[in-house]
């Protein structure tokens, strides 16, 4: 990939209101992010190409690199997710992302048995030659990147910038984990971690393993959230049980009665963890490196996606949120299907998000 065409990427994936499927279906149909930022509509305010510039070398100051997605260095199995990051910053080594890894996430205000459960569990899946994945949070996410630090590398994926470690104690685990295996940031340089951002980056954990256990989750509790995408990303789900009495045991004890493998040893993970995953979504379209632009819009009107979503579109403008609320489609997926009717000239964008059939022309 040429220099211009990774920066031009990165300042797609930066615009505001291009999310991982406008930007696979921006890529597929111009051929390459250079032509999209070229082509796409006036409404997507792009930052500017020297913001991009100096976030590129303040990135690699750090002694990090970007994974662009459907390159050779990107990990695999993160490419299968419906939302994958587009591009990432990484610190480290991504190549050990390439072996088997089993994510273990959990509560952050963790009872002293659930760091040790944690902390046991990970070293002996390192032990058995597993990369362990977590958010390098408090309580059982560092739990779990201690125990595996003790036996060998670890990933973390974390919510803010590379170079805002998140919580700020925990600034000299983040050296350890980048020097001995590696840290994946979607967010760019200088993002401070916000609440929104977690659910973003637990996608993260979700889509780079095999399978998550969770330890001590409660009935609201965030892990849940990446207990979910592992079952929708077709992936394995374990969850260590514990004492009804412990409100941080009231997810995770649900989770097994819903199905999780229970786990209480190492022995439990490796007798359900497959060589890969049972079914996955199919993995995005792979960019050529030195493409040709297309120079005609093609719109799969026939699709039942379109179709629903075109049916519901007249001459005045409707809000997207409407649009949302009528349909049976989620937002990613009437995002994307409404940028490509807009690039084909079939609809038109007003302000406050609204949408209408674009006028036939003379």
């Not at 303040?58 to 970007?66: D, N, P, Q």
């Not at 401070?192 to 973003?200: D, G």
């Not at 330890?215 to 992936?235: K, P, V």
Request: charged share 20%; glycine share 8%.
């Amino acid at each position: 990939m040429t220099s211009a065409e990774a920066a031009a990427r990165l300042r797609l994936a930066r615009t505001d209101g291009i999310g991982p499927a406008q930007f696979a279906s921006l890529l597929a149909r111009f051929g390459s992010a250079e032509e999209a930022l070229h082509r796409i509509p006036a409404r997507f305010a792009l930052p500017a190409a020297g913001a991009i510039a100096r976030e590129m070398d303040e990135t690699h100051r750090l002694g990090a690199h970007y994974l662009h997605l459907g390159t050779p260095d990107y990990p695999e199995l993160l490419g299968h997710i419906p939302d994958a990051p587009p591009v990432l910053a990484c610190l480290g080594d991504p190549a050990l992302l390439g072996n088997r890894a089993i994510a273990i996430v959990g509560a952050r205000n963790a009872s002293a048995a659930g760091r040790r459960i944690a902390e046991t569990i990970a070293e002996a899946a390192t032990e058995a030659g597993l990369i362990v994945i977590s958010g390098m949070a408090r309580g059982i996410d560092a739990a779990a990147h201690e125990g595996a630090l003790r036996r060998g590398p670890t990933a973390a994926a974390i919510a803010g910038g590379l170079d805002k470690p998140y919580p700020p104690e925990h600034a000299a685990l983040q050296a350890r984990i980048a020097e001995a295996g590696c840290i994946l940031a979607e967010a760019p340089i200088g993002t401070a971690p916000l609440a929104r951002h977690f659910p973003r980056r637990n996608r993260i954990v979700a889509g780079l393993a095999l399978g998550t256990i969770v330890i001590e989750a409660a009935a609201r509790s965030g892990s849940l959230i990446t207990a979910r995408l592992t079952l929708e990303y077709g992936r394995e789900l374990f969850a260590v049980p514990g004492s009804p009495l412990d409100l941080r045991n009231q997810g995770s004890n649900d989770l097994i009665r819903q199905g999780a493998y229970l786990t209480e040893t190492i022995a439990d993970i490796l007798a359900n963890l497959p060589a890969a995953p049972a079914s996955t979504t199919q993995r995005p379209t792979l960019v050529p490196l030195n493409p040709s632009p297309q120079t005609s819009l093609s719109l799969d009107q026939d699709s039942p996606d379109t179709m629903q979503l075109f049916a519901l579109l007249g001459s005045s403008p409707i809000a997207v949120d409407d649009l949302l609320r009528r349909c049976h489609l989620s937002p990613s997926v009437v995002q994307a299907i409404l940028l490509d009717l807009e690039l084909a000239g079939r609809v038109e964008t007003s302000p406050g998000h609204r949408v209408a059939l674009r006028p036939p022309g003379p």
